[in-house]
C-alpha cells in the first residue's frame, strides 16, 4: 500500500490505495512507518515527497475498519499520531503533494510536512464534528501551528472542506496550481530543495522545530481524557454508521 521511488537527491514516498481514495488501514500505517525508517536510514536523500496515487491524496482512517486504527498513542501501538509524529521529526525537508481529498487523517499527515503544494481541486478539511469524533490534542495544535485560531475554529466546527485556493490564503499551504500543473510544481520544488546543502537543510529544519516545539508546549492530559470519551461515546459509533449508509446521523450528546 505504500511505494518508494527515489529521484537524484531527493525520495518520494507515495500512498497507494487508490480504490479507496488512499484512506488508511492499519497495514497502511504500517508500511508508511516502515517506508519513513527506510528513508530516514539513506543519508543520500536530501529531501522526502509525500503524495498520494491516483485523484486523492488521503481521505483519512478507513472508517470501513471502525476504531481498530489508532488515533492516539497508547500500548506501544502504531498510531496516527506515532508515525505522524516520526513523518514531522525527520531531519530532512519534507513536502506534502495535494490533490483531491486530503480529509481528517489524510490532511493532518500532510500538514505534518514541512511544506504542500495543492491542485486548485483539492479538498482538505477536517470534518470530524459529522461523525461525532475530536482530532487529538496534538492535531488540534499542528493546525493552529499552520493556520492559527480563528480559522482553526472555522475548520473544525463548519467540518467543511475547502478548496486548494482557499487554502492558499490562508496559509495552509504554501502552493496552489492547476491541477494538470501539479507534478511539473512539486519536481521544480523538489528539486530546488535538494539541491541545497544537506547539513545546512538539516540544520535549518533542526532549528525550526525546535522553536515550534517550545512554543506550543502544554500540558494536556486532561484533553486526551475528553477526547477518549468521545471516541468511546454513543455518538461516535452512530456517526461511523451514518457516514457509512450514506445517512444524517441521529445525535444523542452521550
Known amino acids: 500500500m505504500i511505494k518508494i521511488d527515489r529521484t537524484d537527491d531527493y525520495a518520494t514516498i507515495r500512498l497507494s490505495r487508490p480504490e479507496k481514495r488512499n484512506s488508511i488501514n492499519n497495514q497502511m500505517l504500517a508500511e508508511l512507518e516502515e517506508a519513513l525508517t527506510a528513508v530516514e536510514s539513506d543519508k543520500g ?3 522526502l515527497c509525500l503524495a498520494g496515487e491516483g485523484r486523492h491524496f488521503c481521505a483519512g482512517i478507513d472508517l470501513a475498519e471502525g476504531h481498530r486504527v489508532a488515533a492516539t498513542e497508547g500500548g506501544g501501538r ?6 505522524f509524529h516520526h513523518l514531522e521529526g525527520l531531519s530532512i525537508p519534507t513536502v506534502a503533494t495535494v490533490q483531491g481529498a486530503a480529509l481528517a487523517g ?3 499527515l500532510a500538514l505534518h510536512c514541512d511544506l ?3 491542485a486548485e481541486n483539492a479538498r482538505i478539511g477536517m470534518p470530524l464534528a459529522r461523525i461525532g469524533l475530536s482530532p487529538p490534542f496534538n492535531f488540534t495544535r499542528k493546525l493552529i501551528e499552520i493556520i492559527g485560531a480563528p480559522y482553526t475554529c472555522q475548520l473544525l466546527f ?6 486548494g485556493r482557499r487554502a492558499y490564503e490562508i496559509g495552509m499551504v504554501n502552493e496552489v496550481v492547476p491541477d494538470a500543473e501539479l507534478d511539473n510544481a512539486v519536481k521544480a520544488l523538489m528539486q530546488k530543495v535538494s539541491a541545497n546543502a544537506p547539513l545546512s537543510l538539516r540544520a535549518m529544519k533542526a532549528t525550526i522545530r525546535r522553536c515550534m516545539s517550545a512554543a ?3 500540558g494536556h492530559d486532561d484533553i486526551e481524557k475528553l477526547i477518549a470519551t468521545v471516541v468511546k461515546s454513543q ?3 452512530e456517526g461511523s454508521r451514518a457516514f ?3 445517512r444524517k446521523p441521529v445525535w444523542k450528546g452521550e
Open 116 to 118: 504542500r503544494i495543492a
Open 78 to 83: 502504531l498510531s496516527l499520531e506515532s508515525v
Open 158 to 163: 463548519t467540518a467543511d472542506a475547502i478548496d
Open 244 to 246: 457509512l449508509e450514506k
Open 216 to 218: 506550543f508546549d502544554a
Open 106 to 108: 489524510g490532511c493532518e
Open 235 to 237: 455518538d461516535s459509533k
Open 45 to 47: 536523500v536530501r529531501a
